[in-house]
């Protein structure tokens, strides 16, 4: 299957591990956004929101990395025995396994991109702020593994929660932002390189966005 993507996105590596996980085989798709490449009309008719990471399986377009994700395990992760990323047969812990998901999306890396991506691509100065908003997230996040929790879900198991949370993580590494005195999240993160299949291919992927957050205020 196509995967139109860019290394340095998270969201991108995120659906990168899942794949892994499920053993899928991707067919990769570099898009260069600098150069317009997500605007061509071939681009747009597969995603008219010309976004990545965007999936295409055998025909079927899919875009927003949390879907892609849910989609892999749903369609391809009973045969690889790996159903479990996504458990639906249990609907609380499914929904646990969501609303992290959506804590991510919408707070976690939201908060990081709020704060760095002005910065980044904007020219604009730091807002402090928007800093201390990161280091909030991150305490919820600690104490969503408190009681030597070893997923971000709770469980005995791995989730896509664990896989989309750890590429988010993995940009706050490259970009520089500390966060061992988060001892719980620290000590996740350290389990998941071990983990999550997939996860040297994150950790390299990820260099490529290093660049960009060199000349970041920390």
């Known amino acids: 299957m196509d995967f139109y993507y860019l290394p340095g996105s998270a969201p991108c590596r995120a659906v990168q591990m899942t794949a892994a996980a499920?053993?899928?085989?991707?067919?990769?798709?570099?898009?260069?956004?600098?150069?317009?490449?997500?605007?061509?009309?071939?681009?747009?008719?597969?995603?008219?929101?010309?976004?990545?990471?965007?999936?295409?399986?055998?025909g079927f377009?899919?875009?927003?990395?949390?879907?892609?994700?849910?989609?892999?395990?749903?369609?391809?992760?009973?045969?690889?025995?790996?159903?479990?990323?996504?458990?639906?047969?249990?609907?609380?812990?499914?929904?646990?396994?969501n609303q992290r998901l959506f804590f991510d999306m919408g707070t976690l890396y939201q908060r990081f991109g709020d704060y760095y991506y002005p910065q980044i691509f904007e020219g604009a100065p730091a807002v402090e702020a928007d800093y201390k908003k990161i280091a909030e997230a991150l305490g919820f996040l600690e104490a969503f593994l408190d009681g030597g929790a070893q997923f971000v879900a709770g469980g005995n198991c791995l989730t896509l929660a664990d896989i989309s949370i750890y590429a988010t993580l993995t940009t706050?590494?490259?970009?520089?932002?500390?966060?061992?005195?988060?001892?719980?999240?620290?000590?996740?993160?350290?389990?998941m390189a071990g983990a999550i299949p997939g996860a040297e291919t994150n950790r390299s992927w990820a260099e490529a966005a290093r660049p960009f957050f060199d000349k970041v205020k920390h």
């Open 22 to 58: 499920v053993g899928v085989e991707l067919n990769l798709k570099l898009t260069n956004l600098m150069a317009g490449e997500h605007l061509k009309p071939e681009f747009l008719k597969l995603n008219p929101q010309h976004c990545v990471p965007t999936l295409v399986d055998n």
């Open 61 to 97: 377009a899919l875009w927003e990395s949390r879907a892609i994700m849910c989609y892999l395990v749903e369609r391809y992760g009973q045969r690889s025995g790996h159903d479990g990323l996504y458990p639906r047969d249990d609907p609380q812990r499914c929904a646990v396994v």
């Open 172 to 191: 706050f590494e490259v970009a520089g932002y500390d966060f061992g005195e988060y001892l719980n999240v620290s000590r996740w993160y350290k389990r």
